[in-house]
Nanobody, 126 residues
């Protein structure tokens, strides 16, 4: 069973930074594409960043481009989300997700992530 455990959330002022981590209990971590999703108060869950197995292929939602960076360390079975210049609109529960879907050269779609963490709260105060 694949388990994902997020950490690193918290309360930060606008303009501040946080780094989220997600440890995956899977020896073949490198074969999973990984993503970070978020769900803000009263909002639908949205994907904010993803990284394919290659580590060099990343994707970002327009709302976080230039501010968030997704990365992974396959040796540590960990994926990270570095967030800078945080805004109050970034307030949400952030979820780590894994996909074992073979998607060719594209990133998995949001519905193709079958493994989820419990979420970590990020609150950005104005």
């Amino acid at each position: 069973q694949v388990r994902l455990v997020e950490s690193g959330g918290g309360l930060v002022q606008a303009g501040g930074s946080l780094r989220l981590s997600c440890v995956v209990s899977e020896r073949t971590f490198s074969r999973y594409s990984m993503a970070w999703f978020r769900q803000g108060p009263g909002k639908e869950r949205e994907i904010v960043a993803s990284i394919r197995r290659s580590e060099r292929s990343t994707w970002y939602a327009d709302s976080v481009k230039g501010r968030f960076t997704i990365s992974r360390d396959n040796a540590k079975s960990t994926v990270y989300l570095q967030m800078i210049m945080l805004k109050p609109d970034d307030t949400a529960v952030y979820y780590c997700a894994a996909s074992d879907v073979v998607s060719g050269s594209r990133h998995p779609g949001p519905d193709e992530y079958g493994y989820w963490g419990q979420g970590t709260q990020v609150t950005v105060s104005s």
